[in-house]
């Protein structure tokens, strides 16, 4: 399913950037979007977006983010609306047939409106593919907001293992991902937030599931990191997780 997805989202984009332009930007009025947003209408926000997330001459104008981080909220919502549905299910198997009937077209509605989504198997549920923030990071790399759209692709095609998972190669992955966005964007407001995933990762990566670590440097990196959120922001909410994290995994050096 995500490689059918992501050879979905590519062809999609491709052909949709090609579509011809309005002649005049200045008429486009997103009040219809934002209204369908406020009441919770997030198949008909995306039928007003994207073709405006398309549209050449919208994204050369200083509409251009504003349209595509529109796209990107109402997408995440109506995948939310998916995982409802999917979590009302008697029995959650994603390969049900009659899932499936009720699933497949609105996938394929919502790949031709910017909104993919996949199965997440680790977290067991669906998510947005971030095709809107794949534009918006192209077209608008040093952009005030290129950092929240960076945050939300790297939510939207996570890689973290499962809980229980003995592939601790994912977690590192998934810990690199973090230390890239935090290199690229350090003034960020996630920058704690991925601070925390990343010292979470590293304890993952050492074995800690499983009893005694068996990597002492991933362990520490791991305690470090959480550490340092600690002694940076102690009254932050991710201060709070680490605090968890440290207490459990590490009780006697706890700050």
Do not use: C
């Amino acid at each position: 399913m995500r490689a059918f997805s992501r050879l979905a989202i590519a062809t999609l984009l491709l052909v949709g950037l090609a579509l011809p332009a309005p002649a005049d930007v200045g008429v486009v009025d997103l009040k219809p979007a934002e209204q369908a947003i406020a009441r919770k209408d997030y198949q008909r926000a995306l039928e007003v977006l994207a073709p405006l997330g398309r549209n050449a001459n919208v994204l050369q104008s200083a509409r251009g983010p504003r349209v595509l981080m529109l796209i990107g909220e109402a997408a995440e919502a109506h995948v939310e609306e998916i995982n409802s549905r999917w979590r009302q299910r008697r029995r959650l198997d994603p390969k049900n047939p009659e899932w499936l009937t009720f699933l497949r077209p609105r996938q394929r509605w919502a790949a031709k409106h910017m909104g993919s989504f996949a199965y997440y198997e680790p977290g067991g549920r669906y998510r947005y593919l971030g095709d809107a923030y794949r534009v918006f990071l192209k077209q608008y790399p040093k952009h005030a907001l290129a950092h929240e759209a960076a945050w939300r692709l790297i939510a939207s095609d996570e890689i973290a293992p499962n809980e229980w998972d003995p592939d601790t190669g994912l977690a590192l992955e998934d810990a690199r991902r973090y230390e890239a966005f935090i290199q690229q964007y350090p003034r960020s407001t996630h920058v704690l937030a991925a601070k925390l995933a990343i010292g979470w990762d590293y304890l993952y990566a050492s074995g800690i599931m499983w009893g005694k670590p068996s990597h002492q440097g991933h362990y520490q990196k791991g305690l470090a990191t959480l550490r340092s959120i600690v002694a940076q922001a102690p009254r932050s909410k991710e201060a709070e997780q680490a605090r968890i994290l440290l207490n459990r995994h590490a009780p006697t050096k706890a700050p």
